[in-house]
């Protein structure tokens, strides 16, 4: 965007994705950490399925020829609201490796956004990989609105994660893009459900909630009004669609 749009040109430009340290997917005993540089198609073979709510989320990321090359630390360090993959890993409660000469940082992802196009890198640090933490919750989904559900950035974009224990939330972690200065996490809507039971009505009533999450502007893509009602729809579209896994 910054080229084709802005036509603003960088007066020096480095190429990082071919670093090996970057290019890492390792799995441990608590954790998953993916390298920042290894594009969406290599994390995606990579992975084999081993992260459901990713495999949902990797063929609705634009087309195959941009997830060639696109990276995870490229899609999150251009701090878009209407990225795809912050509300992804919002919900799977990830944190970010961060690199400079002075060593590593971790950070949460939810800690990560500071405002619009505005992230806590620091001056000489890049993103060196994703943290995603082990064991991963059971039931989840990802919900993408926008005038063409593949290859089209989203209006909506909701990333949920369920964990279930005797039919009551045990924990619940929802990632929203597109309805706010930056991604976020439905902490409105997670605490609406957090410890009741996974009925239809707290789940319709933690969907009105939802609807009110962020603060999401009209724009060319899809009115405010759209975007609220957006989010209601993806809890409850969740609800209904994970019923059998639920009953499982």
Do not use: C
């Not at 994705?17 to 290019?23: F, H, S, W």
């Not at 696109?70 to 690199?99: E, K, V």
């Not at 949460?108 to 995603?132: H, N, S």
Request: proline share 4%.
């Amino acid at each position: 965007m910054e080229v084709n749009i802005r036509h603003a040109r960088a007066g020096v430009t480095i190429a990082v994705d071919g670093l090996a340290e970057l290019r890492e997917l390792e799995w441990h005993d608590g954790h998953v950490r993916i390298g920042a540089g290894l594009n969406l198609t290599e994390i995606e073979r990579r992975l084999d399925g081993r992260i459901p709510l990713m495999a949902e989320w990797f063929p609705q990321f634009a087309s195959r020829l941009i997830r060639n090359s696109a990276t995870l630390g490229g899609n999150i360090g251009t701090a878009s609201p209407i990225g795809d993959s912050p509300p992804t890993l919002l919900a799977l409660d990830a944190s970010l490796i961060l690199a400079s000469r002075e060593g590593e940082r971790e950070v949460a992802l939810a800690d990560f956004f500071r405002g619009y196009r505005q992230t806590e890198l620091r001056d000489g640090e890049l993103i060196r990989a994703v943290k995603i933490p082990l064991p991963l919750a059971p039931i989840t989904g990802f919900y993408k609105y926008a005038k063409r559900r593949f290859d089209d950035i989203s209006s909506v974009a909701v990333g949920i994660a369920l964990e279930l224990e005797s039919d009551n939330v045990r924990r619940i972690r929802i990632g929203l893009g597109g309805v706010a200065a930056t991604p976020i996490r439905a902490l409105k809507a997670e605490e609406a459900l957090a410890g009741k039971p996974w009925t239809k009505r707290n789940v319709r009533e933690a969907a009105r909630v939802m609807g009110q999450e962020g603060t999401p502007l009209s724009d060319h893509r899809a009115s405010a009004d759209y975007r609220a009602a957006m989010l209601e729809q993806a809890l409850l579209k969740f609800f209904f669609e994970k019923s059998e896994v639920v009953r499982g």
